[in-house]
């Protein structure tokens, strides 16, 4: 018997990029490109795209049924930014100062330095940013700050990028 065939794997280094748009159709090349995005990608440190997910469960009991059924109830998706800040070009404080909105774009499995194109694949997350608060500073190490970000419409996953 032959093994099955083994898919290939994209390395995470190097091959994510987030950015913040301010306004406009954040799925357009166009307004990517322009001078109001800002790349966050490398504001951020190792932990600091903490993105997640978790789905509400619907329990869907029956009489006399050993078995407990359940379906699937609402998602709930988290956003937390946590990035380096007190240097003079710091992106993210200014991007994301408490009470913006706007939208998040990332772009998973791509190089960073690879331009915004149409066709690819992102997620676009609609956003407020909340308070950031600045962490306890660590021996040895850099300023940091995290940020709740509030997601205000559904997410739009593996959206494609027009022209």
């Known amino acids: 018997m032959a093994l099955e065939a083994i898919p290939g794997s994209v390395s995470t280094p190097g091959n994510l990029r987030i950015a913040f748009v301010p306004s406009g159709d954040p799925l357009s ?11 966050l990608t490398y504001s951020l440190t ?13 329990d869907d ?40 909105t706007g939208f998040i774009i990332a772009r998973y499995a791509i190089p960073n330095e690879t331009a915004w194109t ?3 694949i992102v997620d676009k997350l609609t956003i407020q940013a909340g308070q950031p608060r600045k962490n306890a500073p660590a021996d040895n190490g850099v ?17 494609v990028l027009v022209a």
């Open 46 to 58: 190792p932990d600091g795209f903490n993105r997640t997910m978790g789905q509400d469960t619907i």
């Open 118 to 120: 149409a066709a690819q």
């Open 29 to 39: 090349v166009a307004v990517l490109v322009a001078n109001t995005t800002k790349d």
């Open 143 to 159: 300023f940091t700050a995290t940020q709740t970000i509030f997601l205000t419409a559904p997410t739009e996953y593996d959206a």
């Open 61 to 100: 009991p029956r009489l006399t049924l050993v078995q407990k059924l359940s379906k699937p109830g609402g998602v709930t998706e988290t956003l937390e930014l946590t990035w380096v800040y007190g240097a003079d070009d710091d992106v993210a404080k200014t991007a994301l100062a408490a009470n913006t």
